[in-house]
């Protein structure tokens, strides 16, 4: 919750957020984790570079038949700086609260993390569809 006595514009907000995760985890965690921060990585450096209107997506190629789809975006209201700080606040926390899930969301009210292992964001390639199955995630709500 915001007020209106207090100036949030251009502040970060990372103490409450909310998290969701796929019910279903990769096999070999540890590698699975790294490939995830490397493409996380490509998409906050997306979001910084001018033009991109604070948003960063990329795909990458876990296995021959894996792709890593990875989603980062700031509120436009963020300094560059300050939209970095979040971005990394909430990619920090993948492996605390994802482990080796097949996919997760984190979203603050100026930020949010995402990735997945099937393609969630536009444009998407004409010959595929993706959806979303809810019923295969689990929701938390993290307040400090």
Known sequence: MRFENENFFGQADTDNGVIMENVQAMDNAKAFQKAVG???????????????GGLGRVKDQYTPFINIYGFAQCTRDLSPLTCAQC???????????????????????????????????????????????MTKYTKTIVHR
Do not use: H, W
């Open 38 to 52: 490397k493409v996380m990585s490509k998409a906050m450096a997306q979001v910084s570079q001018a033009g991109s």
């Open 87 to 133: 971005l990394s606040t909430a990619v920090s926390r993948f492996d605390q609260y994802c482990g080796a899930q097949q996919g997760c969301r984190i979203l603050y009210s100026s930020c949010m993390v995402r990735y997945e292992i099937y393609p969630f964001y536009f444009p998407l390639a004409t010959s595929s569809t993706a959806t979303t199955d």
